[in-house]
């Protein structure tokens, strides 16, 4: 069974940044994608950015520009870097890995983006 583990969250004021960070650990096979999803109260759980194996990079549209995802392959471990945070990015943020044809998932980590 795949843990992952979210860290990183917070309160930020608009404009300001947040790193977020997720490890993923007891995994038996490659873990073929990594990424993160969101979900604000009252919506449904959307795409963030997701990094394949092979580095290739997916992005929502409402955040290209101003987030950038990375995988550290080694350690199992995926990254999300927010910058110019907008009011409208506050959501819990969930980690997400794909190892086979399996979806896992973490437990979320609130961002609030608020003056």
Not at 8 to 16: A, F, M, Y
Not at 41 to 47: A, T
Not at 81 to 98: G, H, R
Not at 109 to 114: E, P
């Amino acid at each position: 069974q795949v843990q992952l583990a979210e860290s990183g969250g917070g309160l930020v004021q608009p404009g300001g940044s947040l790193r977020l960070s997720c490890v993923a650990s007891n995994s038996a096979f490659v873990i073929y994608r990594m990424g993160w999803y969101r979900q604000a109260p009252g919506k449904q759980r959307e795409l963030v950015a997701t990094v394949t194996s092979g580095s290739i990079l997916n992005y929502a549209d409402s955040v290209k520009g101003r987030f950038t995802i990375s995988r550290d392959a080694a350690k199992n471990t995926v990254y999300l870097q927010m910058s110019n945070l907008k009011p409208e990015d506050t959501a819990v943020y969930y980690c997400n890995a794909v190892v086979l044809t399996t979806d896992y998932w973490g437990q979320g980590t609130q961002v609030t983006v608020s003056s």
